[in-house]
C-alpha cells in the first residue's frame, strides 16, 4: 500500500513534519512535529504546528499517532499541542528511557523526573507494530545518532529521521552521549535492506552544496547507489572513521540544550517552580 504523505518543512530548524494518510480512510499520522522557539527570549510559538493542525481540519483527516523518530537535538517537538488539538497517541522507541537516564543525570533532574518513558502514550520495541486505519505500520530499531531512534515504515514508505540525510548530503553524526558510529551502520542496513523502491522520507534536509532547492524524499534505490557516506557498498571501517572525523568538527546544534529537556518529557516543558515559571538549565561544560 501506498499512504499518502505531506511534507511540512521548516526552515529554522531543517525539520519535515510529516502527516501520513491512509489513502482508504481518513485516520492520519504525523511524524516529528515542530514547537517554533526563540532561544533569545525564551518564547515558544505555536505556527509551524498551527500549520499542520490547520491541514489537518482542512482535509477532514483524524490523528491516529503522534510519531517521534528519537529525541530531537535540534528542535522542540510540539506533539502535547497538537494532541490536544487532533488527538492521538504519542509514540517513540523503548530506548527512550536509556537517554532519559543520560540526559537526567546531564542535567541533574533528581528522582522526580521519571525515566521510564511513562510521558509517552507508547514505547516501541523492534518488530512492533501499528495501524494508521487499515494500514500497518512496522518499527525498526535503528539508533546510532542515539539509543532511541526509530525508522517507521508504513506501506512503501519508510521514515527515517536523522538516520540518513538526502543521498547528497549523506548520514547522522553519532557523537552525541550514546551515539555510535558502528551501531549507525547496523542500522543504516537495516533500512537499505527494504525493497529498492520503498520512498525514504528524511527528518532533515541542509541543501548540500550544489543543490538548490530543500528535498526530502528519495529511495532506498538511491540511497544504496549515491549516498555520499555509505552509498556504493561502503565498507563499515571506511564509514566509521569517516564519521569520527567529520563528528569531531561539528559544533552542538543551537538548541540542543532546550530540545533534549523538552523532548525527553515527551514534549512537556520542565515543572514550573514556585513562581510558576519553567525553565531550562545550561550545564556548564557538561555537553
Same mark, same amino acid.
Given at each position: 500500500m501506498q499512504p499518502e504523505v505531506y511534507g511540512f518543512f521548516d526552515e529554522a530548524t531543517f525539520t519535515i513534519t510529516y502527516v501520513v494518510r491512509d489513502p482508504s480512510s481518513t485516520k492520519c499520522a504525523i511524524v516529528d512535529s515542530v514547537l517554533?522557539? /526563540?532561544? *533569545?527570549?525564551?518564547?515558544?510559538?505555536? !505556527?509551524?504546528? /498551527?500549520? %499542520?493542525?490547520?491541514?489537518?481540519?482542512?482535509?477532514?483527516? +483524524?490523528? +491516529?499517532? #503522534? #510519531? +517521534?523518530?528519537? %529525541?530531537? *537535538? /535540534?528542535? #522542540?517537538?510540539?506533539?502535547?499541542? @497538537?494532541? &490536544?488539538? @487532533? $488527538?492521538?497517541?504519542?509514540?517513540?522507541?523503548? =530506548?527512550?528511557?536509556?537517554?532519559?537516564?543520560?540526559?537526567?543525570?546531564?542535567? =541533574?533532574?533528581?528522582?522526580?523526573?521519571? !525515566?521510564?518513558?511513562? &510521558?509517552?502514550?507508547?514505547?516501541?520495541?523492534?518488530?512492533?507494530?501499528?495501524?494508521?486505519?487499515?494500514? !500497518?505500520?512496522?518499527? @525498526?530499531?535503528?539508533?546510532?545518532?542515539?539509543?532511541?531512534?526509530?525508522?517507521?515504515?508504513? $506501506?512503501?514508505?519508510?521514515?527515517?529521521?536523522?538516520? @540518513?540525510?538526502?543521498? /547528497?548530503?549523506?548520514?547522522a553524526r553519532c557523537d552525541f552521549p550514546g551515539g555510535s558510529a558502528e551501531t549507525l551502520y547496523e542500522s543504516i542496513q537495516k533500512i537499505l535492506a527494504l525493497p529498492d523502491a520503498t520512498r525514504i522520507f528524511v527528518g532533515h534536509d541542509y541543501k548540500a552544496p550544489g543543490r538548490d532547492e530543500y528535498a526530502w524524499e528519495t529511495t532506498v534505490a538511491e540511497q544504496k547507489a549515491f549516498n555520499i557516506h555509505v552509498g556504493a557498498g561502503k565498507p563499515a571501517e571506511a564509514f566509521v572513521s569517516m564519521r569520527t572525523e567529520r563528528d569531531s568538527t561539528l559544533a552542538m546544534p543551537r538548541l540542543i540544550i532546550p530540545s533534549l529537556q523538552v523532548n525527553m518529557r515527551a514534549g512537556q516543558m520542565p515543572p514550573p517552580e514556585d513562581n510558576g515559571v519553567s525553565y531550562i538549565k545550561v550545564p556548564m561544560n557538561g555537553l
Open positions: 517554533d522557539f /526563540d532561544y *533569545a527570549s525564551g518564547r515558544t510559538d505555536t !505556527r509551524s504546528a /498551527d500549520t %499542520v493542525i490547520a491541514f489537518v481540519k482542512e482535509k477532514g483527516f +483524524e490523528v +491516529e499517532w #503522534l #510519531l +517521534e523518530s528519537h %529525541v530531537h *537535538a /535540534d528542535h #522542540l517537538s510540539a506533539a502535547p499541542y @497538537l494532541q &490536544q488539538a @487532533l $488527538g492521538g497517541k504519542i509514540g517513540i522507541g523503548e =530506548n527512550i528511557k536509556v537517554v532519559q537516564d543520560t540526559f537526567g543525570k546531564v542535567f =541533574n533532574e533528581g528522582t522526580e523526573f521519571q !525515566r521510564d518513558g511513562s &510521558q509517552f502514550d507508547r514505547l516501541f520495541k523492534n518488530g512492533d507494530s501499528f495501524h494508521i486505519g487499515q494500514m !500497518r505500520g512496522d518499527v @525498526l530499531h535503528t539508533p546510532g545518532h542515539t539509543p532511541a531512534c526509530l525508522t517507521y515504515v508504513v $506501506g512503501d514508505a519508510a521514515f527515517v529521521g536523522d538516520t @540518513l540525510f538526502m543521498p /547528497d548530503f549523506g548520514t
